[in-house]
């Protein structure tokens, strides 16, 4: 079976750090792009960040940049959002998911969800 | 990277069709072929439904379909049922490796 489990979120004050972690099972760890989409409180779906199948291109959505990265591990079959200087309005949940077809992502995980508050 | 613009609802009764737009801009949908939908019922990961403007994942019921012109893609579903009431979003590539998802649209089968 196909799958993609997130762990890492909670409870961080502003400013603060967290790391969300996103293990895949089921297919090639290498063959595909990867992606964070977020969706806060009452909101739709947001994209966050990409990388390639060998992690070395990436890219972000611009109210992100320079706070997130997104990396992978291919031998783990991990891919990671590290995310700093957090604010409130990254309060939101957050899906990994895999990017096929022109950037159409056919595989998520279960959301894991980061609360930005004092 | 503005978000592409969906309506908030949209409605129809069983047995009938139903269109849901999604405008974007010159450097997404109107740039790319690369338009996705997807479906999502509460409380569950979103399905991909439509990829590159008109295309079916397997499995995927033909009643749901894809077009695009100009800046604005669609997605119509005939012959609603009412299990298709959940919610309905787009989403583009939108140069460089970014990705714009609509505001997202629920469907309601009255």
């Known amino acids: 079976e196909v799958q993609l489990v997130e762990s890492g979120g909670g409870l961080v004050q502003p400013g603060g750090s967290l790391r969300l972690s996103c293990v895949g099972s089921g297919f090639p760890s290498n063959k595909d792009w990867m992606g964070w989409v977020r969706q806060a409180p009452g909101k739709g779906l947001e994209w966050v960040a990409n990388i390639n199948e060998d992690g070395r291109v990436t890219s972000y959505e611009d109210s992100v940049k320079g706070r997130f990265t997104i990396s992978r591990d291919n031998v783990k079959r991990t891919l990671y959002l590290q995310m700093n200087s957090l604010r409130d309005e990254d309060t939101a949940t957050y899906y990994c998911g895999r990017w096929v077809y022109h950037f159409g992502m056919d595989v998520w995980g279960q959301g894991t969800a980061v609360l930005v508050s004092s | 990277q503005s978000a592409l613009t969906q309506p908030p609802s949209a409605s129809g009764s069983p047995g009938q069709s139903v269109a849901i737009s999604c405008t974007g801009t010159?450097?997404?949908?109107?740039?790319?072929?690369?338009v996705s939908w997807y479906q999502r019922y509460p409380g569950k990961a979103p399905k991909l439904i439509i990829y590159?403007?008109?295309k079916r994942p397997s499995g995927v019921p033909d009643r749901f379909s894809g077009s695009k012109s100009g800046n604005t893609a669609s997605l119509t579903v005939s012959g609603l049922q009412a299990e298709d009431e959940a919610d309905y979003y787009c989403?583009?590539?939108?140069?460089?490796?970014?990705?714009?998802f609509g505001g997202g649209t629920k469907l309601t089968v009255l």
């Open positions: 590159e403007v008109t």
């Open positions: 989403s583009s590539h939108a140069g460089n490796y970014n990705v714009v």
């Open positions: 010159s450097s997404d949908i109107g740039a790319y072929n690369y």
